[in-house]
């Protein structure tokens, strides 16, 4: 028998996962699919000594949302908040935490965005303050994964005030210090979300990731990794919807023959394949420019395929929807399911419109 591919291999895996993923609550963490995810070894795959390989989160992403969006979120999510502690912290906080990502038995977090900095996030406000041999924190994270239930978060907090990205400094940060409060908030998609407000939580000084100030170029180096992936996740959903409106089109009859007969209905799918075709073209060229580590045109690419990617997932739910009719809307379908799912990616991680910018930016930056 020929040798899985990734893809195909994190396809079976987001298959057996289904069941562990339908009996966690939507909107709130799974922990049972947490510790699933971590016997299965795909956290160690994406907590490689060296960091993960882009083009291999791509792979697991897209095989993963094809079946089980529930357990790319997981997936996701454990990454983005596990990687900069992975990456950067002291050995001794790596001691402590990542055996328990890896396991799946602790939980992690992202929290860069603030209700008053969301794509602005230079413009972050909470507050790390010297205090002793550590920092006291105040303010308030909002609209992140895993929150409020997360074990320990990645958090950006201001340590020099008025000075933009350049005074912004991350900590590894457990859940359980004392000072800070959850909040959960619901939201359409089945995206466990929330956030904390922090008063006066104490942080010692060994739990600040990297340089003090430079906390920047840890949210950058997270993001500029997982930015080409959060295409992927899109794709894996816009291929699932395809596949259940082809198979649909072959076999739904009316007016005497199969709908895919219909042009009207054809070449709406055949428009929705070459845009997937697309995308995975530009997702799998930002991962590998991404692993490449000197390419410089990166920073355009990435934001090519996240739009790209996301927008065309968006546009092929709702195609495959108008190709099932009345049927692609029951609550219970796996369309329905995609519908609540595909918006959310085309804000997180930079929005459409931010991705536009950078591509502008780069394109008149390279003349190109
Ligand atoms: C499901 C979900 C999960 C999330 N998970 C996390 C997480 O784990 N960690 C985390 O830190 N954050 C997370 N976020 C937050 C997310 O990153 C922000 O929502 C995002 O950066 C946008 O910020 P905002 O919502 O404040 O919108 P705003 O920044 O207020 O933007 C509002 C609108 O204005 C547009 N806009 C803003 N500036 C410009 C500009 N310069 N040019 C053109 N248009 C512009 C935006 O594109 C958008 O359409 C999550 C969000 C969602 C929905």
Redesign the pocket.
Known sequence: MPELSLIEEAERLGQALVPVAEGGTPGRVNRELALALGASGMFDRIFKEEGVAAVDLCRIRQGLARVCTEAETALA?QG??GSPIHLNATSAVRERWMPLLRSGEAVA?????EPG?????ANLALEAVPDGDGYRLNGE?R?????PEADVATVFARTTPDAGARGVTAFVVPIDTGGISPMHLD?L?P?P?GGWVFDGAFVPSDHVLGEIDQGFRVAMQTLDMFRPSVGAFALGMAEAALRIAVEHAATREAFGSPISEFQGVSHQLADVRTAIEASGHLVYSAAAAYDSGKDETLTGKAAMAKVHATETAQHAVDVAIQVLGARGLESDSTLAHLYKEVR?PR????????Q??IIAREMFRQRI
Request: charged share 15%.
């Open positions: 999510v983005l908040g977090a992202f929290a860069l965005t900095a969301g794509s602005d996030v994270k609209y992140i994964s895993n929150a939201m998609s995206h979300l959310a804000i997180y991680e930079g929005t459409s419109e931010i536009r910018n």
